[in-house]
T-cell receptor, first 115, second 114 residues
């Protein structure tokens, strides 16, 4: 079964450093998303992306965050200057359609620890 | 967004059926009912979705009340691997051209006893 692949599975970084989280969505999917989950809390939407543009972003997705699809297969989330409160699981997801009669496929996540 | 209400937790025994309820009394006529689950230390996983009719797939069944104000996810024979948090999420049929986004609540933590 097709999978969304995320790397690395775990990243430790120092406060103030830049991190890039990488995702390979399912090959025929056109819609891409990042979500995050702080330990013990709900899964939260960060951003959606289609046709090389951000479609929607949440209040969490401030100027420190950016997304990019640098080639035909990767989808990245960059945090420019990490803060302690950015420590969380980050999940990438993709879907075939923007309509609600399709499901998402999520990756296994990257655990980001900011120290 | 229309709100859903789920029990915080449920318990089941292995190889028995599990019925996970979800109330969504403010559902609109064009909202799809989606179910996702999240196994420990994993990303959310799509389970099933429906609009009006009951749905079956290899993972589960979805029973939707006639008035659509509630639904039930049915796992026919629970296994230890089904222990997870189950989320019931409503999605509008058409998000106005934008990608639709999933709004996760706290879900139901399902414990499966051997």
């Amino acid at each position: 079964e097709p999978e969304v692949t995320q790397t690395p599975s775990h990243q430790v970084t120092q406060m103030g450093q830049e991190v890039i989280l990488r995702c390979v969505p399912i090959s025929n999917h056109l819609y891409f998303y990042w979500y995050r989950q702080i330990l013990g809390q709900k899964v939260e939407f960060l951003v959606s992306f289609y046709n090389n543009e951000i479609s929607e972003k949440s209040e969490i997705f401030d100027d420190q965050f950016s997304v990019e699809r640098p080639d035909g297969s990767n989808f990245t989330l960059k945090i420019r200057s990490t803060k302690l409160e950015d420590s969380a699981m980050y999940f990438c997801a993709s879907s075939e359609s923007s309509r609600a009669n399709y499901g998402y496929t999520f990756g296994s996540g990257t655990r980001l620890t900011v120290v | 967004d229309a709100k859903t209400t789920q029990p915080n937790s449920m318990e089941s025994n292995e190889e028995e059926p599990v019925h996970l309820p979800c109330n969504h009394s403010t559902i609109s006529g064009t909202d799809y009912i989606h179910w996702y689950r999240q196994l420990p230390s994993q990303g959310p996983e799509y389970v099933i979705h429906g609009l009006t009719s009951n749905v079956n797939n290899r993972m589960a069944s979805l029973a939707i009340a006639e008035d659509r104000k509630s639904s039930t996810l049915i796992l026919h024979r629970a296994t230890l691997r089904d222990a997870a948090v189950y989320y019931c999420i409503l999605l509008p049929h058409w998000s106005g051209g934008s990608n639709y986004k999933l709004t996760f609540g706290k879900g139901t933590l399902l414990t499966v006893n051997p």
